[in-house]
């Protein structure tokens, strides 16, 4: 069996748990109906069992069972879930008290404790190391502190590997106690360890039981060094070979993988800084303890004692670094001390064979001490983890000790372990038991006491000062004369004789006598009656040694045993230590109770076989003394609670408490409890607590609730989102009023900026409008500014469209000057784009137009109709295709009697001809053309004046013809423009021949009309088309 304690203020049960989750039996003991049934005890951690369900509390106990399979409930992810958790509010674990520990130690910053207790094989080492590998993952680690880690972890492989060992009950075993602390910083980041071990079982070193083994490392050594290695230390692979190996006839285990555990501590004596020299060292003393036990004794030629393994004994010189010779001395003789005269003995065959065993336990022991203090030292926060930086870091404490032993014979191992428990469980109670009835009490509480067995006596009987087991076994090793286990024996049955729990074959009656034999005494433990014989008591407890063996090896040149053996031991005359196992567990006792306890108990169900044996529970339910637990815990209470928890958890059954209570506590709780109708027995109020008695009115509140809830729940839901949106809405809503506010200022801003500038602006136009007349000043110079601007501006914006376009906006007065150049230049621009843009006939035609403009423009009636009418280049289309002259049709009126003859005029480069079918009838050259007369009316007549006194030429030729102006424009062009064209207003006079003339007179009248007059003129009437 094997405990755990958990704080005692935490007495709450899972409540919330209890209904909805884990229905396979209860997970708190409390709970439980039928309290004080046994059965029902084990029945409820045998359904558990069943359902891989191993942990269950009792209160703040944590019972756990050895499943003895991996239940993959280790994992990280168990981890996590357990952190940070209220310890009830999840079913139970080990990592529910280790996190509860953990939190305890950070928030209350005290150094907390574990206690771990159970019998061999329940699982104490195991949850040692779930503890430990729970810190490792969940607590805070910084790179320099992983190496820490590493280490607290890996020194687990070293320690079970020198000090655990195969038994009946455990493959496992350990064989020592022992108590570790780990050390955390304020940020609770583990800072350093230190490991207090108790109680190694030497006698293993040296025998071992029928199918157990002897510990781990020789095994591992054996099938796991390398073969140089074994050649060195003189080994052979062949644990059968060995006489400290083969007592228990159980070389080898089927769980066990020597080979692999053995390449698994040598990396771990890495890992925690073990130097190569300091390794070696420490095999050498682990193959000389099997040398040791090979070294066998004979009688020599003359009848003395004397070893008769030469070889070993040379490896035993060369291992331990003694001298040969001497250590041959001091394994066969003993040096005593007589009359302040020092004499050397020989040792008879059994003398040497005990002294050649204490020297293999003695040196086995010490090395096992040196390997913790070397561990220790390497987990060390600084120098001295305890005395520095205690101020700032807390310790949580982990006992891991052997648990109760009884066996076929039990001798004096047991005894010490036996009382070891006893202490542990004195322990318990006072944490327990104790402490709950001290509540009720601090309570005041009425209530009747509950029996428990208070083991106190049994432990008065082992360790009471002169009349203690212990006191008489020192006096009796140290008593001059012939002190024997016998005589032990009966100064016991003087001493102890009429104890109700110590029994001897003597002191007992006829009844009980036989369970006891002569060489036995009975102790009645409290968790049961075990036997235990003297034999070999006092030299157990003497640890014998003698000085001569002592002094061989405390010259030594190995390291590692001059570290173990001191040399004022051998020059220290005084009294000898013998009582070093008692004292050991009186100090663990010491420094767990000056810790927090936490107390987990493990039932071990049964071994290898995996199921519920109900009779190896039932056995460590009593001797744990869980229901005397569990009778305490409920006889008084099943439940307890703060008013405040209290109220604050049930609050919402009770309207008038719900939603907050605003008197006193215990008034609150009262008005609570009358709303739910508990009856007067079923609870009490303390001064702080309420106390509720029978499981099933905690339960039946839990029910309602569970009932409550969803209501709750919606409440809260309703509530939390409500708040949740109206935080949101709040949140937008401010956020809008302040976009708001802050667009609305800048447009505001920015409106009566533009405000402030227009009126600047007008007040500047008005007051430049007043002024505009005067010259440039300040007052006017906007508005100055202004019109100009305006003005080009307007310019640039509407600029004139076309060259014919002749409107220009009226400029202000300074401007006008550059308007008059803007003008022209603007309509240079525009003509010179028209330049550009126009077509080579385009342009052949504005020349005529121009030079017919040049001609008629003002002159002639007809001459704005012509205008838009484009010139061609010949009327005549024959004519036109032939040559590159002009041609049309006029009408010739001779120059006497005017008779009108159809002709032809075509006009060539230099020369003007008249044609009539085909024929020239008459040639012109421009060169003789005079001049050309045309009346200002629109009658198609014109004169062309030809010299007269050329006599081959013939005189003047009064033409007429349509497209008149075209006609005097195309000749004009073509000769040149030298000819000048004579505009009359009423009559053209025309040579006609022999210096006689010819006149034609003009008219105006309603249409055109040709007609000889009365004087011989010609009478020519047109219609005047433009008034
Ligand atoms: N929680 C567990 N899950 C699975 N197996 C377990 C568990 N606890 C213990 N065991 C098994 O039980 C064996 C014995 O456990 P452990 O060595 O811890 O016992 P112990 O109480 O320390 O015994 P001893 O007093 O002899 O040292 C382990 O080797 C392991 O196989
Ligand atoms: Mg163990």
Partial sequence: LLWILIPGRVHLVMESTLTARDRVGVQDFVLLENYTSEAAFIENLRRRFGENLIYTYIGSVLVSVNPNKDLEIYSKAHMERYRGVSFYEISPHIYAVSD?????????????????????????????????????????????????????????????????????????????????????????????????????????????????????????????????????????RNAQKYQYLVKGCCPRVSSINDK????????????????????????????????????????????????TTEPQLKYLSKLLGVDGAALREALTHKKITAKGEEMIS??????????????????????????????????????????????????????????????????????????????????????????????????????????????????????????????????ECLRPGEPSDISFLEKLEDTLGGHAHFVTHKLSNGKTRKAVSREEFKLIHYAGEVNYS???????????????????ICQSNCQVLSQCFHREEVTDQKRPETVRYTHTHTHTHTHTHSLICHLSVIIHPVKSIRRFDEALVRHQVKYLGLMENLRVRRAGFAYRRHYETFLQRYKSLCPRTWPNWQGRLADGVATLVQHLGYKPEEYKLGKTKIFIRFPKTLFSTEDSLEARRPALVL???????????????????????????AWRGM?????????????????????????????????????????????????????????????????????????????????????????????PEWKKQME?????????????????????????????SRVHSLTQCYGIAVTKYDRRGYKARPRQLLLTSSFAMLVAEAKLKQRIDYATLRSISVSSLSDGFMVLHVPSEDNKQKSDVVLQCDHLIEVVTKLATMADKKIKVNMSQDSITFAVARGKEGVIDFTSGPELKVAKCKKGHLLVTAPKLNP
């Fill in 534 to 552: 003297v034999n070999g008591f006092l030299d157990k407890n003497k640890d014998l040694l003698y000085r001569n063996l002592k002094e061989v």
């Fill in 747 to 839: 447009i505001s801003r920015q409106k009566a900026r533009r405000r402030r500038h227009a009126v600047d602006i007008i007040r500047k136009f008005i007051k430049g409008f007043i002024y505009r007349h005067y010259e440039r000043c300040p007052e006017n110079e906007y508005f100055l500014d202004h019109q100009r601007f305006s003005f080009l501006m307007m310019l640039f914006r509407n600029p004139p469209k076309s060259v014919l376009d002749k409107s220009w906006p009226i400029p202000p007065p300074c401007l006008t000057e550059a308007s008059e150049h803007l003008c022209r230049l603007c309509m240079r621009n525009m003509m010179r784009a028209y330049c550009r843009r126009i077509q």
């Fill in 100 to 236: 509860n520990t953990y939190r305890a130690m950070r928030t209350e910053r005290r150094d907390q404790c574990i206690l771990i207790s159970g019998e061999s094989g329940a699982g104490k080492t195991e949850v040692s190391k779930k503890i430990l590998q729970y810190y490792a993952t969940t607590c805070p680690v910084t790179d320099h502190l992983s190496t820490l880690r590493d280490r607290l972890l890996q020194s687990n492989p070293v320690l079970e590997a020198f000090g655990n060992a195969k038994t009946l009950r455990n493959d496992n075993s350990s064989r020592f106690g022992k108590y570790m602390d780990v050390q955390f910083d304020f940020r609770g980041a583990p800072i350093g360890g230190h490991i207090l071990n108790y109680l190694l079982e030497k006698s293993r070193v040296v025998h071992q039981n029928h199918g157990e083994r002897n510990f781990h490392i020789f095994y591992q050594l054996l099938e796991g060094g390398e073969q140089d290695l074994l050649s060195k230390l003189g080994l052979e």
């Fill in 848 to 876: 005529q137009k121009v030079v017919a403009s040049q001609i008629f423009k003002d002159q002639k009636d007809s001459y704005p109709q012509s205008v838009p009418k484009l010139f061609v280049a010949s009327r005549l």
């Fill in 346 to 475: 020989p040792l008879s065959f059994e003398q040497a064979v005990a002294a050649r065993d204490a020297l293999a336990k003695a040196v086995y022991g010490r090395t096992f001490t040196w390997l913790v203090v070397k561990i220790n030292q390497s987990l060390a926060f600084k120098d001295d983890v305890y005395n520095s930086s205690k101020g700032s870091s807390s310790v949580i404490g982990l006992l891991d000790i052997y648990g109760f032993e009884v066996f076929q014979h039990n001798s004096f191992e047991q005894f010490c372990i036996n009382y070891c428990n006893e202490k542990l469980q004195q322990l318990f109670i006072e944490l327990t038991l104790k402490s709950e009835q001290e509540e009720y009490e601090a309570e005041g509480i009425t209530w009747e006491p509950v029996k428990y067995f208070d083991n106190k006596i049994i432990c008065d009987l082992v360790e009471g000062k002169h009349k203690g087991l212990i006191s008489i076994l020192d006096e």
């Fill in 715 to 741: 409440t809260l839901q309703t509530s939390w989102r409500g708040y949740r949106e109206r935080a949101k809405y709040l949140r937008i809503r401010q956020a809008v009023i302040v976009i708001q506010s």
């Fill in 260 to 307: 692999n555990d053995w390449r698994t501590v040598r990396k771990a004596l890495t890992v925690i800084g073990f130097h190569e020299d300091e390794v070696e060292d420490l095999l050498n003393i682990i193959a000389s303890v099997l040398h040791l036990g090979n070294t066998q004794f004979g009688e020599g030629k003359n009848g003395e004692n004397q070893i």
